[in-house]
Every structure is written in C-alpha cells, then in structure tokens.
C-alpha cells in the first residue's frame, strides 16, 4: 500500500497543511436511557419519553444502564482499543435551557475506554491508521426548538439523558477525504457491533470536527471546532471552508481565536458560536451519586465473545 497523496491549502505565501481531529457522538443502541427506564425511540412527540431522572426533578438519582456499559466496552474491543478497568462518572457543569440538571454525567479523567486505532481505505491502495485517544459515557441534553414560534422557544427533553459514545481521534488526519473517510469506516463498525445504528441523519451519530492549519512540519497551529455536523458530506465541506478561512486570517496578518464554531448547510461555510471553553471552566468533578465502574477479566471476555 502507498502513503496518502499530501493534501494541502495553497496560500499566497506558499502551501499550508490541515490538521484534523474528529470527537463523534454515537448514540448507544438500547431500549433505556443511560441512567433512567426512558424509552428512546426516534421520532416521538416532544416530552413523551422523559422520565423524572430525565427532568432533574428534585430527589431524583441516577441508576446506570448495564446494557449501555456492555455496548461500550464491545465497541472498545471492536476498534482494538484499551478497556480500562476502573473508569468513573463525572459532573461537566454549564448553564443553557435544555439541560435540566445544570451539569451533564460524563467522563472526564478516567473514561471506560482507552487508547485504540481505526484503519482507513483511501482506495487506489492507498491506507491510513488514525488514532483514538479515548471512549467515554455520557448523557445527551436535550433539543431547544427555535422556529415552532417567532416570540419563545421550544425544549423537547426526549433526548435528554440518552446515552451516548463520544469517540474522540487523536489530530491525525490531514484531509477532508481523510475525515469522511474516517466517520464512513467508524459507522461501519459500529453498526457492525451493534452499538449505534449510525443514522446521522437522525442525529444518533454525529461529529465534533477539530480543524487548525499550519506550515508542513511546523507545531499545531490553534484549532477551531466545528460543532454536530452531520453528514459525511458536511463534514468534509466544513473542513475545506475552515482550512481557507483561517489561511486567509493568517496570510491577512491576523490571529486564530480558539472557539466553536458551527457549519451552515446552506450556505456550505462555518460561522462563530462562542468562544471556545477549557476543561476548568466546566468544573468538573466526581458524580458523588454513581459508583465507578470496575470490570474483571471474565465481564470483558463475555463481551468479547458477543462481538459478531
């Protein structure tokens, strides 16, 4: 096999290269929510399927899905990943309408799943590995509605405490085809497994994409994220938008704002959401109300012989 072609941004100051790096949300295959007995059929009426968990009511605590914890580890051991031993739930805090407790459950220093590696086809005999840097469990928010009335909107809490994977990559990509390439082969496994029936156009898998450029061979230049896209299509469109745009910034004289970002459809570009956060500014911390996770050899050879 040979390498990849190098794909590259021609500026008026020579050839810039793309760093990619793709943090996908698959939603986990279950008849539960993560840590309630909500259903979580698609397509339901709004605030249908929204236990008291789900809507934070006061006194109300989690109980973990066992299935969703089996999904995941099958889906670590299907991508050749590490399955970690001892992982634990924590607190993401931050404010907005359609998250009812005021902090998401997921996990953030010790994740269920580790370090992994994903093969890619680029055809022509051409390869690549990409790198997972980690799996984790965490709960959905739910969906504000924007455009059922010009004066309010609208929080549908059906989605709310759905479970999903967040696969993260690490920045190995260096291309749009890269990246589709990427999300093609990762929907494929998982809908192999069994773990997430990969429909992006329901939202049960969607890509967080991580886009920055930089001189061949220089450090990292400042990323920006390109937050739930989700198509294959858009998400190599909002690569090539985003690559431009910040040569252009660069080549203008001016510095790239490490932020989040969204893609329009549209009008096939990427405009500005917020400025992008760190890891302190969620204040994360133990969920003093779930017990950490702790496999044994037997519990994850179990599921490695579910593995079709």
Not at 151 to 171: K, T
């Amino acid at each position: 096999m040979t390498e990849t072609a190098p794909y590259r941004i021609h500026g008026e100051t020579g050839e810039w290269e793309v760093v990619i790096g793709l943090e996908v949300h698959a939603q986990v295959t279950s008849n539960a929510k993560l840590f309630s007995g909500a259903a979580t059929a698609f397509g339901a009426e709004p605030n249908t399927q929204v236990s008291l968990v789900d809507a934070a009511m006061p006194g109300m605590l989690p109980v973990i899905n066992g299935e969703c914890v089996k999904q995941a580890v099958r889906t670590g051991l299907a991508l050749d990943a590490k399955i970690n031993r001892w992982s634990r739930f924590d607190r993401k805090n931050y404010f907005y309408a359609d998250l009812p407790q005021g902090y998401q459950i997921s996990q953030f220093q010790h994740p269920i799943v580790g370090e992994g590696e994903i093969h890619i086809d680029l055809g022509e005999g051409r390869a690549k590995t990409v790198g997972l840097e980690r799996i984790h469990l965490e709960q959905d928010a739910g969906k504000s509605m924007h455009d059922q009335s010009p004066r309010f909107s609208y929080v549908d809490l059906n989605r709310s405490g759905v479970a999903l994977m967040e696969i993260v990559s690490r920045p190995d990509m260096r291309s749009p085809e890269e990246a589709g390439a990427y999300v093609k082969k990762l929907r494929s496994i998982l809908r192999y497994v069994g773990s997430c029936d990969g429909n992006m156009e329901e939202g049960s898998m969607r890509a967080d994409v991580n886009v920055s450029v930089r001189k061949p061979g220089d450090l990292f230049g400042t990323r920006c994220e390109i937050k739930n896209v989700n198509s294959v299509r858009f998400v190599q469109a909002a690569i090539e938008y985003e690559a431009q745009r910040q040569v252009k910034i660069i080549e203008g004289g001016g510095t790239i704002m490490q932020e989040t970002r969204l893609f329009d459809p549209g009008r096939m570009e990427t405009r500005s959401l917020r400025s992008k956060e760190d890891a302190h500014d969620y204040r994360y911390f133990p969920d003093p109300d779930l017990l950490p996770l702790e496999f044994d050899d037997a519990f994850i050879e179990a599921r490695r012989a579910e593995l079709p």
